[in-house]
């Protein structure tokens, strides 16, 4: 099955879209196992929540359409700048099983609606790389950055990120750090002006800012079965971290200066839990961008028939957690 996304045309990345929904077929088959939708990231996250209303079919399409959206784009990030040994549908597919593996039920939520603003700024970035003249990349970096802090304002941290990252890509300039801040500052000054003129401001300010960054409420959510999906995600940060320099090997400069953005990603991500009120293993999920990208390279190093077993050890592993309330009663 892993074979089918072991391709270089693009084309067939819409098999992630079949994929996705496969990945989440507990909950078309038993209605209970549903999850309640939870707005957990910002003013934004409650607008689109109910905007979509308090239908399941609705709210489950949507968030279909975003996760295909999501594991297509890394996908495509490898395709653009030839990051990989060889260009394939892997990362995408990791993506979706990672996103699975830390909420196997996942509804929509704040996290999931951002990561899509973050890759597409991490897109942007990457696009910098020695051009002499990107005022327009640079700034997009923060607008999506921004963007993404509309649903999940702990990605506020991702300002250091573009900052550092942008240093990979080109020598970095004051100029450009402004940039960026113009870029990240410019959402906020539109919709400050939007909700103004409504007489909004200040439920804006309140819903948006104060109920997330209370942190004298700071609570860490936590079961076995959470303990569990958090030992994972720190076998495979451990894993990455230590066979880093097989990412790297027989690659020129580019490459490894855009790999090395996504370590740093990794890294930044740690800093979201300083800037949310409570915290659980939906969090985990803006990890899923670089644990994606780097899985698909150690997927595409490994033998074809030991990849293809541990890639189907992990689908039924999902699958079994998801039905697992119908397995174990």
């Known amino acids: 099955m892993l074979s089918v996304f072991r391709t270089n045309q693009l084309f067939n990345g819409i098999l992630l879209l079949f994929y996705a929904i496969a990945l989440r077929s507990a909950i078309y088959i ?20 109910s905007f979509l209303g308090s239908g399941f079919w609705a709210a489950e399409i949507f968030t279909v359409l975003l996760l295909f959206i999501q594991a297509f784009s890394v996908s495509f990030i490898i395709y653009e700048f030839r990051l990989a ?33 973050l890759i597409f700024s991490i897109y942007a970035l990457l696009k910098t790389y020695r051009v002499p003249s990107c005022a327009d990349r640079i700034f997009n970096v923060g607008f999506w950055i921004s963007i993404s802090t509309l649903f999940e304002l702990s990605n506020v941290v991702f300002v250091v990120f573009a900052v550092f990252g942008l240093n990979f890509m080109r020598a970095l300039r ?23 003129w409504f007489d909004q401001y200040g439920v804006f300010t309140q819903s948006h800012f104060g109920s997330y960054l209370d942190l004298s409420f700071f609570t860490v959510v936590s079961n076995q079965w959470i303990n569990v999906v958090v030992g994972f995600f720190g076998l495979l940060i451990a894993y990455h971290s230590v066979f880093s320099n097989e990412y790297f090997k027989k690659k020129n400069i580019q490459v490894q200066k855009r790999v090395s953005v996504f370590f740093l990603f990794m890294l930044v991500s ?16 803006v990890l899923a961008i670089p644990l994606s990208i780097f899985t698909g390279f150690a997927f595409i190093e490994m033998k074809a028939t030991t990849a293809t077993s541990l890639h189907w050890i992990w689908l039924v592993l999902i699958l079994v957690l998801q039905f697992r309330p119908i397995i174990f009663g």
Do not use: M
Not at 32 to 38: A, D, F, W
Not at 85 to 114: D, N, R
């Open 85 to 117: 040994k060889e260009v394939s549908l892997y990362a995408g597919v990791f993506y979706l099983l990672i996103c699975s593996g830390a909420q196997w039920l996942l509804p929509i939520s704040g996290v999931v609606i951002g990561n899509t603003f």
């Open 270 to 285: 740690f800093f979201t839990i300083f800037f949310q009120a409570s915290t659980d293993v939906t969090n985990l999920l």
């Open 30 to 49: 038993f209605p209970e196992l549903r999850l309640p939708v939870v707005n957990d990231g910002g003013f934004y996250t409650n607008w689109v929540i």
């Open 174 to 196: 004051l100029k450009e750090i402004l940039t960026i801040i113009v870029g990240f500052l410019t959402p906020y000054l539109l919709l400050g002006v939007y909700h103004f």
